[in-house]
């Protein structure tokens, strides 16, 4: 699509995923990808996420500039993070990490 942009960069700020007193993720080096149309989106390191406590979900969508994102779950929280195992090749970098609705900036 015309005008479409994404631009993926190494970020060194602080973020963090919580779900009640539970922290499912926290990094100092997610990936920043930015998206036309879309807010800011932190992709974080599988080893910086605690996937011990994510079930695979079912759930599967489409972007025609990503690729096809498969879904995880908690017990109470159905489809609470996304990855993209086989990224289009123009956003290889994110293959394997992991993206949440609501990531929270953690000011230094």
């Known amino acids: 699509m015309a ?24 990094s100092r080096r997610p990936l920043v990808l930015r998206e036309t149309g879309c807010p800011v989106r932190y ?10 406590l994510l079930k695979p979900s079912e759930t599967h969508t489409y972007c025609p500039f990503k690729g096809t994102a498969s879904y995880w779950s908690l017990p109470d929280a159905q489809d609470l993070v996304w990855e ?7 956003v290889a970098q994110i293959k394997g990490h992991f993206c949440f609705y609501d990531t929270e900036v953690v000011e230094a």
Do not use: C, F, M, S
Request: aromatic share 4%; no cysteine.
């Open 3 to 26: 005008g479409h942009t994404i631009t993926i960069e190494q970020g060194t700020v602080h973020v963090r995923v919580a779900r009640g007193d539970e922290v499912l993720g926290e």
């Open 43 to 52: 992709y974080l390191p599988p080893e910086d996420v605690r996937t011990d």
């Open 84 to 90: 993209y195992p086989e990224p289009k090749d123009e």
